[in-house]
């Protein structure tokens, strides 16, 4: 029911209770058939953005900035939105040679995923995790974290938080570092080095560090989608998703992450899913229609999706097989009891 023939006294009597009538609300609160989401599908190319960054890199110090980041800021959430999507923050991070962004955590977990440069590495409580293209680097609640760059030229990279559930449960904040704060956790490193190399952990460190692997090297996940590319069925999809190697559970708690292999010229439509999206193309081109919206896109570019969107991507024919990261809620949605897939086409 909308509006109803209620007296403006009793309105104003409710009003001045603290209380609202949910039948002329229901229906926006609880939309039939699917969510009335706010998020619009968009590109940003990552041409367009390079040069702006740029310009921020001469107009603000990093210091004064804490990060120097352009946010990925949804249309269709007006001016100036701190978010990709409705569970995800997005923005790209520049720092320049010499420059140290300052140390700092916060609430809400971040992972990067570069996209420029060289000689740059994030430090994760006291873990020193060079960044190369294509790597993904987690930051998660709570652990101290800086940036810095030993190598020549811009570093830039991808940025994705959980901060917009942080925001919506009040629950965001961050602290400033104290000297000597980030400082390597001996064991933990140790760990992380096992892991990946597939050994033995220390004992009384099995399951006690709930983010025992930090990097997700590029170059391992590229070579594991070829190779899952030769092996799996015609037409099926070529996808790793980024986990917990102790436990298999997704890396970080609200965030998913999965890279896909997309082999040129044939058109994918996975299943409409109830997290909406960002993908980040890490390497080739092609385009992606997003709820009848056409994006045309090449390595470095990002995209957004609507919670059900209707999605197809196509790599180039003649472009080899694209890569791109897609970025998203699924773990939240799980854990809400809630995560949905449907078949559109
Ligand atoms: O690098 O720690 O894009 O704290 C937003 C908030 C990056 C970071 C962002 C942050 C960071």
Redesign the pocket.
Known sequence: MEQTTLSPEYRQQLALAGLTPLWEHLSNALPHGRPAGLTRANLWRYADVRPLLLQAGEQVPVEKA??R?L?LSDPGRGPASMQATGGV?A?I?LILPGET?PT?R?SPS?A?VVIEGGGGFTVVNGQVCPMERGDVIL?PSGQW?D?GHKGAGPVTWL?V?D?PVFTAVEAAY?EAGTPGCNVEHTMATLQSQLLRDGLAVPAALRRANPYPMLRFPWARTRAALLELARHAPEGAPVELTYVNPETGESCLPILGFTAMLLPGGRPLAPMQRSPGAVFHVIEGQGESTVDGKTFSWSARDTFTAAAFAEITHCADVHGGPACLLRIDDEPLHRKLGFFQERQFA
């Open positions: 804490e990060r980041v946010v923050y923005g991070q962004a700092h916060h971040a990067r930051t974290h940036h940025d938080l901060l961050a």
